[in-house]
């Protein structure tokens, strides 16, 4: 299961989905007090990707204009599965930087850290109360997503269904168990199948694995919060469908994570594989909306979220 590729950048404002491609102690810190009505803390600034939050403010260009020469944008299919390798990087992140080879090139087994996932996207799907379309699922394995400042290591997913997306943790060894889970944001859709549009053109970005990549990418809060994504330059059949028209596969979600320890994870690319047209099953998003108490409570990820809540352990 897997994107919010949809994802979280370092800081509260800004979610990245990727999303990832969506979005805690040793304890589940969103399940303890939260007031469900009080939503206004869980809407993240995604430049457009997830939501319009800020958008129509001034400072805000959340639909970067392209020049003549820029190359047309890729774009998502209307449904797809990838399952992907997630490399958390905590040395020689500023002297090599995103987008990588997998592995990385230049980079040792002592710069980073490795764990895998996957995703699965449907751009067509209508949740059952009708509040937006899409849903998008990134699965972690043993590894969370390394953007909140805590110990990522436990299986985790990121769920969007609609205009809704959901935070799952799965505690126990045996993956069969329950997970818990709770409201990640009121407005966190999936990115749609034309997200790219909200993201620069970067041909130095472009330029890394002799040339071979479009790379979309853009720093925030003074440059300190990176946020980018790169697709293959060239076309390529689809592994799952024969009958698609070669596109521009998606290469990798490169993003800055929670810098201090833990997670340590100053710099984090999650390299896609076996990339496919496949329509995921329905099943999959059932499965989350029968878990689904009738008011999920608000998750408190970051350090100023529920404040009058005892459980939380920073």
């Not at 990838?82 to 490399?87: A, G, K, Q, R, V």
């Not at 509040?131 to 043993?142: L, P, S």
């Not at 859709?189 to 890394?208: G, M, V």
Request: proline share 11%.
């Amino acid at each position: 299961m897997n994107d919010l590729s949809w994802i979280l950048c370092r800081g509260k404002r800004l979610i990245l989905s990727c999303l990832a491609g969506l979005l805690l102690s040793t304890l589940f810190l969103g399940l303890g007090n939260a007031i469900a009505g009080n939503v206004s803390p869980y809407l993240y600034f995604s430049n457009g990707v997830h939501n319009n939050y800020l958008c129509d403010e001034p400072k805000n260009d959340c639909t970067p204009s392209r020049a003549p020469s820029e190359p047309s944008d890729p774009q998502y299919p209307k449904w797809w599965i990838s399952d992907w390798t997630m490399y958390r990087v905590f040395q020689k992140y500023d002297e090599l930087t995103p987008p990588y080879d997998s592995p990385p090139q230049g980079l040792t087994r002592n710069d980073y850290e490795v764990s895998f996932g996957q995703t699965y996207y449907d751009s067509t799907y209508i949740p059952e109360d009708e509040d937006g379309q899409g849903a998008m699922m990134e699965h972690y394995e043993k590894r969370c997503l390394p953007i909140f400042p805590q110990d990522n290591k436990y299986t985790c997913s990121f769920v969007s269904l609609g205009n809704k997306a959901y935070f799952l943790r799965y505690d126990d060894k045996d993956l069969k168990e329950k997970p818990s889970i709770c409201l990640f944001s009121p407005e966190n859709h999936p990115p749609r199948q034309d997200f790219i549009k909200h993201l620069p053109y970067n041909p130095t970005d472009s330029a890394h694995l002799n040339n071979s990549l479009q790379a979309y990418s853009q720093r925030f809060d003074e440059g300190e919060v990176l946020f980018g994504y790169a697709f293959n330059k060239k076309p390529t059949p689809d592994s799952f469908d024969s009958t698609a028209e070669p596109y521009r596969h998606p290469h990798s979600f490169y993003f800055s994570g929670y810098p201090e320890t833990p997670p340590n994870a100053p710099m984090v690319s999650q390299n896609y594989s076996n990339f496919r047209r496949e329509k995921p099953t329905s099943e999959i998003w059932t499965q989350v909306t029968e878990m689904l108490p009738p008011n999920p409570p608000l998750c408190c990820l970051f350090k100023d979220d529920c404040p009058g809540n005892s459980s939380r352990a920073f």
